[in-house]
C-alpha cells in the first residue's frame, strides 16, 4: 500500500512541475467567485468556466452550456490521465483510486483556478472516476440491484428495466467513440473485440452480468450495448409465490418435479423468466447429485457441491476455437453426470439432451424460447429436423414424448409482471399428435384500473399427474397429494366466491 502511495507521489512531482509550466500559461478557464458557484448548476459552471481570453475563444467554439461542461469534463480527464500512474492505479482497491482520483482532480481544479460549483465539482469527480475506473456512465447503472436490464440504443438513449417496466434514463454518453471504447473495454476484458469489422460480440462483465454488443455500421444508430443484470441474490420459488407469478400450491409442485427427477423444458419469450425458473427448479436437487451445467454465459447459481460448470466459446479473432452447445452437451455425457442442466437450447443440441434424458440422466432440465408449451414441442422438433438428422417426424415426435417429462411456461405480461403460465405434462402420442395435460394455468380475468392484469393460478382438477409413480418412489407422494387437495379446494372456494358474487350482484 506505502508503495502504491510512494509511486502516486513520484508521479505527483512530475504533475506539479507540469502544473507549474500549465498555470504560468493559464489561460483555459477564468477565475470565478466561490458565491456565484455555490449557487447554481452546471449552467452556471458554463457561464462561470468560459474563457475569457481570446486565445481559449478562438481554439474551441462552445455552443451550449451542456458542452462547455462536458468540454471542461474533457480538458479535467486529460489533465488527469497525463497525471496519474494508471498501472499504479490499477492496482488500488476501488475506493482508494476513487479517493486518489478526487485528490489529484482536486489539486487540478484549484491550481488552475477553475470555478466550479461544489455540486458539479462532485459531479465531475464521479464522472471522471467512472470513467477511468469503471464502466463510464454506466457505472451508476451498473450499481445499482434494482435494474434487471441495461439497454444503450447508441450515444444518447439508455433504457433499463426496473420492476418489469422498460424506462428511459437521463444518462447519456458524450459520444458514440466514447460509447464503443467502454464496449471495448467490457469486451477486451474477456479477450473479444469489437469494431467494425468484427460489429458483434458477447460478452461478461466481471459480476457474470451477461453483455451483448452490436456495433455500426450493423447498428444503424450507434453502437448497441444490451446487459443482463446478475443478480447476487437469486430469486427462489417463494420469492415466486410472493409475487404472485405462481401460487404456493403450484411452487410445491415446481419443487417436487425438480426433487423426483422429471425431465424439464422451460419454455418463455425472450426476459420471461427462463433462466430464474430454472436456477429456483435446481434449488430442489438432491446434494449428492453430479450435475453438469452448460450454458453460453454461466448466469445459473446451483447450490449443490457436486457441479461442473461448462461454458461455449465463440470463435477467435482467426475464426478458429469455436466450442458449441452440441459440443459440450456431447462431452457432457463422458463425465459421468447424473443431470445435465442446458442454459438455453436453441440447436441440434437438442437431440443431444433429449438422448441423454432418455438414457438414464433423469432429471436433466432445459430451456427454451417459445410462447406456449405445444410451441415448445413444435421448436423442438424443428431444431432437430433442421440438425440434419434425418429423422423421420415421427420419430422425432416419439423420442420426445419418451423423453419430457413436464414443460413449464413462463411469462412476461404486459404489466411487466413475470408469471407461470403453465405447468403441462406431456404424456404420450395419439396417431402422429403428441399429447399433452396442463397440471397448472394461470388464468387472466382482467385488468385492474392502474393496467395491472388480474389473473389467478388454478390446477386442472384432473387428478394424479402421470409422473405420480415418480413422486411415490421418491417418497413425495403425500406432499404432492396435498399441495394438489390444496389447490383444488382453493379452486373451488374461488368458484363459490365466484357464484356468490353472482347471486348478489343479480338480486
Ligand atoms: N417471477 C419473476 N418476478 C420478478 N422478476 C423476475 C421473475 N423472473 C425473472 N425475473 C427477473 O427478470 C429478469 C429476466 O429473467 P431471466 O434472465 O430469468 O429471463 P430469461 O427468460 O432467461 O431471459 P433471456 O431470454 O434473455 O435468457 C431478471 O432480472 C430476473 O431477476
Ligand atoms: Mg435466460
Redesign the pocket.
Known sequence: MLQRTAGFGRRREAAVLSRERASAERVEVAPIDAERAHATGPAAVAEIARPSVPVQQSSRRVDTEADLFKSLKQQLFSALVDQIDLPALSKLEPEHARSEIAAILTEIIDERQIGVASADRARIVTDIANQVLGYGPLQPLLDRDDI??IMVNGAGRVFI?VN?KTQETDIRFDSDEQLLNICQRIVSAVGRRVDESSPICDARLPDGS?VNVIAPPLAIDGPTLTI??F?RD??TLD??VR?G??SHEGAEILKIIGRIRCNVLIS????????????CLTASIDHDERIVTCEDSA?LQLQQPHVVRLETRPRNLEGEGEVTMRDLVKNCLRMRPERIIVG?VRGPEAFDLLQAMNTGHDGSMG?L?ANSPREALARLESMISIGGFNLQSKTVREMMVSSIDVIVQ?A?LRDG????THITEVVGMEGDVITTQDLFLYEITGEDARGIILGEHRSNGNGRPYFWERARYYGEDKRLLDALDASDRRDERRAMDHDRHQLGVGR
Open positions: 434487471a436490464d428495466e418489469g451477461r443482463r443484470k443478480k437469486k430469486l420469492h415466486l409475487f407469478s405462481i418463455g419469450g425472450t426476459g420471461s423468466g427462463k433462466t430464474t425458473l430454472l436456477n448466469e438455453e430451456t424460447h413462463a412476461r409482471r413475470r408469471v407461470i
